[in-house]
Structure formats: structure tokens, C-alpha cells
């Protein structure tokens, strides 16, 4: 596995991309990025060279393969997490949670054994189990909480979508204590992932007093793996991610879901207005999308967020203290994420899960093929921003 392999299938999918759709460009400095203008005339620059990492195993599928109803599901549940450390198994990364936390996670499990029916337990468990062990509980907890979540899967197979995961968004606290660090070396020690082998998608800085740092994997049944590893600032005592982990812990701020479909024998994205509409008739309210200027590399839209209202009157008061704004934002406890991106024609495809010693298959919904593989600097705050919007 060669840097020069990655970069070189980069620059075939950037002539294919520039020659397909005159609002590319092409870069003068890096044969393997294109250049598109955002709607305010400004310049982004995407790198197309897919993250290099030797494939791993499906941890989640010996899990939950075979999971028929929802006692079975949350016992399975529980000894994934206890079968790897996770976040709370690290006594520094439990120093500055709140006992609110765990009490918190409790009541979304109880919620779930009372009001899950079978049929959905099978529905979440056949999702997670081709994810990896950390994914896979991170979504579970996401799906037991998120009426969207679980609206999305529910409604997936009537559309004649399939939906995969894109990626998950992990809050930790400050950079003065080097939380997302903490759980970035966490994540790649314990559960294989990887930052990418170049710089500029390894770790974001954002004007408004944040950061994260993104790590990857990449799965032995083509299921790729994004995590969005994020932190306030040292010195933004307001800036809200920090408040969110005191609250809720290490559970995933939003799970991002992408729908593809087989067409004419190829894999090709669902478009972001499709998805929209099926939901909103569903029944989910959205949010502003964003991403138009990537002309369908990379568009993201938001579902309002599940509101918790049932925080301890102390611990909001504790946290309001910092700004009066957080008392009502820190109620937002849960986004989903829609995405779409763009999929690769099936030449392309098949190059790029060669880079993993993967053989094709566009029939097989996990073996979808993105241009775009990271994250937005942009869209990420673009996240943030309208994750904290109250009523």
C-alpha cells in the first residue's frame, strides 16, 4: 500500500469529475484536489485522495447477526461495549462528566425496552452489524434515542433505498485537557482507526472556538468508517461542545446516514431533496441544507433536534452560568445527519476498493463509492451552528 497508488486513482477521479462537471477546476498545485467557488465567491479546495489503511474486520457482526427481538438486542448491546474500552473505561476522560450522564444513558435504555417493538430491534441490529463494535453501539444508543434515526431505517426499504453509515460526530470536552485527543488516540489504538496519510484532514481549527480531530477505517466489507472527533477551544468557556460532554457524556452528537441505489446496474446517491421529502412526510422536521456549491460531492441537511427536557435544574443553572444561551441549547441532544454524496462511475469504483484489496461489487450496498471521502470545514461549523438553534 503505496502513498503514490492513492494519489495517482486521486487524479483519474479528478480528470473524470473536471471533464463530467465545468464548476470543478482543476488545482494548480495538486494534480489530486479540484477547486469549486461557494455561493459568497470563495474558494474550497477538496482533496480526492481516499485515506490509506489496511481493511479490518467486522467486530459488530458476531454481535448481532441474528438478533430477534429487543431483549436480545440490548443484551447484545452491552456486551459489545464492555468487550473494548470505550470512553468511560478511561478514568481522565471521565473527570469532568456528569453523574447526569450515565443517568441519562439509563433512561434511554429503559425508554427502549418499553416502547421498541421487535421488528424495529431486527431492523437496527441488521444495520449495525456491518459496522465495527465502537460504531455499532455508538448507533445503537443514537437509534434507541432519535425518533429520526429510526424513522430513517423504518422507511428506507419502502423508498427502495439502501442506507449506510456515513459517519458519526463524537463530543468531547476542552482542549486544555486534551479530550478529543484523548479519544482520538483511543480510537486508534484500541478500535484500528487512522488519521489520513496527508495533512489538511487530520485536524480542523474553526474560527468560532473549536476543533476536531477526524479519524477513519475502513472495513473488510467496504464499509467505510468516518468519525468526527471534536473539542471546544482552551480558552471559549461558552463554546458549547464542552457542555454537551459534561451532560451527555461520550454519546454521538449526530449519526450521519447516506441513501444509494442500484441503477441500471450502478451505484448512484440518493439525491438530499429525495431523502428530505420522504422524511418530511414521515413526519421529521429539517433544517437548513447545505453543501449546494459542491454540486452533489457533498450535501448535508439536518433534522430538528431531540430536545431533552429533563436535565437536573442544577445542572443547567451550572452550565448557564457560562452563557444564558446554553440553558435552552444544551436541551438539543440529538441531531441525524442527512447526506449525499456523489458516487463514483463503476471503473473508478472498482480502482478505488482495489486501493483496499477489495473486489466490487456495485449490487452490494456497503460497496459504496464516493468522490468526496471527509469532511467540510465549512459544513462542520455550518453543523454546530445550527445544532444550537432553540425554539
Known amino acids: 500500500m503505496t502513498a503514490n497508488r492513492f494519489k495517482s486513482f486521486a487524479t483519474s477521479a479528478v480528470s473524470k469529475l473536471v471533464t463530467e462537471n465545468p464548476a470543478f477546476h482543476n488545482n494548480a498545485n495538486k494534480k489530486q484536489c479540484i477547486n469549486a467557488i461557494g455561493g459568497a465567491s470563495e474558494l474550497f479546495t477538496l482533496d480526492l485522495t481516499p485515506f490509506a489503511t489496511k481493511p479490518q474486520a467486522v467486530s459488530a457482526y458476531p ?33 469532568h462528566i456528569s453523574d447526569y450522564a450515565d443517568e441519562f444513558m439509563n433512561m434511554v435504555l429503559a425508554r427502549a425496552n418499553a416502547t421498541l417493538n421487535h421488528h424495529q430491534a431486527r431492523l437496527i441490529a441488521a444495520w449495525v452489524k456491518h459496522l465495527d463494535i465502537y460504531c455499532a453501539v455508538k448507533s445503537i444508543e443514537s437509534f434507541l434515542y432519535s425518533k429520526a434515526d429510526l424513522t ?22 476542552n482542549q486544555a485537557n486534551l479530550d478529543a485527543q484523548r479519544i482520538s488516540t483511543l480510537l486508534k489504538s484500541q478500535h484500528d482507526y487512522v488519521s489520513t496519510q496527508f495533512s489538511g484532514e487530520d485536524y480542523y481549527q474553526f474560527p468560532d472556538g473549536w476543533n476536531a480531530c477526524p479519524v477513519y477505517k475502513m472495513l473488510e466489507n467496504g464499509q467505510v468508517l468516518r468519525i468526527f472527533v471534536d473539542q471546544s477551544d482552551a480558552h471559549s468557556p461558552a463554546q458549547i461542545i464542552q457542555h454537551w460532554n459534561h451532560v451527555y457524556g461520550y454519546t454521538a452528537h449526530h449519526l450521519g446516514i447516506r441513501a444509494t441505489t442500484l441503477q441500471d446496474g450502478k451505484r448512484v446517491a440518493v439525491p438530499l431533496k429525495t431523502v428530505m421529502m420522504a422524511l418530511e412526510q414521515a413526519g421529521i422536521k429539517l433544517m437548513m441544507p447545505t453543501g449546494h456549491y459542491t454540486h452533489g460531492l457533498l450535501m448535508q441537511v439536518f433534522t430538528q433536534p431531540e430536545k431533552n427536557n429533563e436535565i437536573p435544574v442544577a445542572l443547567k443553572q451550572q452550565i448557564a452560568a457560562y452563557s444564558a444561551q446554553l440553558e435552552k441549547a444544551i436541551e438539543n441532544a440529538k441531531l441525524l445527519e442527512l447526506l449525499s454524496r456523489q458516487e463514483l462511475p463503476a471503473a473508478l469504483a472498482k480502482r478505488y476498493f482495489a486501493l483496499y484489496n477489495i473486489e466490487y461489487d456495485a449490487a452490494n450496498p456497503l460497496h459504496s463509492a464516493p468522490y468526496y471521502q471527509y469532511f467540510l470545514p465549512a459544513q462542520a461549523a455550518h453543523v454546530i451552528k445550527s445544532s444550537q438553534q432553540v425554539a
Open 63 to 95: 454481535f448481532f447477526d441474528g438478533i430477534d427481538d429487543v431483549s436480545h438486542l440490548l443484551s447484545a448491546y452491552q456486551t459489545a461495549k464492555h468487550s473494548l474500552p470505550f470512553e468511560m473505561d478511561l478514568p481522565d476522560a471521565r473527570g
Open 152 to 173: 430513517l431505517l423504518e422507511i428506507a426499504p419502502q423508498q427502495g433505498w439502501d442506507v449506510i453509515f456515513d459517519h458519526m460526530a463524537i463530543r468531547c470536552g
